[in-house]
């Protein structure tokens, strides 16, 4: 089951999925306010989307899971997780927002957060995001670039995005006194090796410092670090993931694969 991003839907997992789905079941959905799912007039909080997740993974139980969220998927499904660890087999983290980077909870970030989606919503309207995100399009095959045309860059998918801003960084900093539990999960966290997609030299080493201390907290857990990859793994990188999927596939008991 993946999960994606603050401001990504199912089509971000594209390349990743048609591996996967060659020695498994893999499972894409988007959230509310994303590609093709209405708004969720309730709000956005970490708490009620993994509550969606809750509810998908009880419509495809009772089979044990592996999960994978990229950036803001990453908690999304450490806290789904938590809540019912005996029908998660696996983790992985793909260059996850994690509440042990200094500088994703520090006012800088969240300043930068409040300016740029204002902004983002502009372009969406103006119909320039697909040319800044081509890199994105040209990656995948037509079918997909044609649904992320239609769907990845319309100004309601950055309104849900501020929607999970309000709360997303208060939630997950709480975490930092209250550590989720995930008890014996397996937990593989990939880190992007390269600066770009918005993260400057400090930004980076802060993040995949973050992204160990994860990994390490887990006692199966693996730190990986994509070297070709700045924050897009899945798109520029993802035979790495899909590794990452069948090792933990293969090192517990569920049904589906090889």
Not at 4 to 31: E, H, K, M, P, T
Not at 94 to 120: C, M, N, Q, W, Y
Request: aromatic share 6%; with cysteine; net charge neutral.
């Amino acid at each position: 089951m993946f999960e994606s991003g603050a401001a990504a839907d199912r089509s971000s997992w594209a390349l990743v999925q048609l591996r996967v789905a060659r020695f498994a079941r893999a499972i894409v959905y988007d959230r509310s306010g994303l590609g093709r799912s209405p708004v969720d007039p309730a709000g956005r909080t970490t708490d009620r989307m993994a509550d969606d997740l809750g509810d998908l993974l009880d419509h495809f139980g009772p089979r044990p899971f592996i999960l994978v969220g990229s950036s803001a998927g990453g908690p999304i499904i450490r806290l789904a997780a938590s809540r019912r660890p005996e029908r998660i087999a696996g983790l992985v983290l793909v260059d996850p927002s994690d509440e042990a980077s200094d500088i994703l909870l520090g006012k800088g970030f969240r300043t930068i957060e409040k300016i740029s989606i204002p902004i983002l919503i502009g372009l969406a309207r103006l119909r320039m995001l697909k040319y800044m995100f081509g890199f994105l399009l040209n990656a995948c095959p037509a079918d997909v670039r044609a649904d992320m045309e239609r769907e990845a860059f319309e100004p309601r998918v950055f309104r849900t995005q501020r929607a999970q801003e309000r709360t997303f960084l208060d939630e997950i900093s709480a975490w930092r006194d209250n550590p989720l539990t995930l008890g014996e999960i397996p937990v593989t966290a990939i880190s992007g090796g390269l600066t770009g997609d918005g993260m400057n030299a400090a930004a980076r080493a802060s993040a995949n410092a973050s992204h160990a201390h994860r990994a390490a907290q887990s006692p199966h857990g693996r730190h990986v670090v994509a070297e070709k990859s700045s924050h897009y793994v899945p798109i520029t990188e993802p035979e790495i993931i899909v590794d990452e999927i069948e090792r933990l596939g293969r090192n517990t008991p569920v049904r589906g694969f090889g």
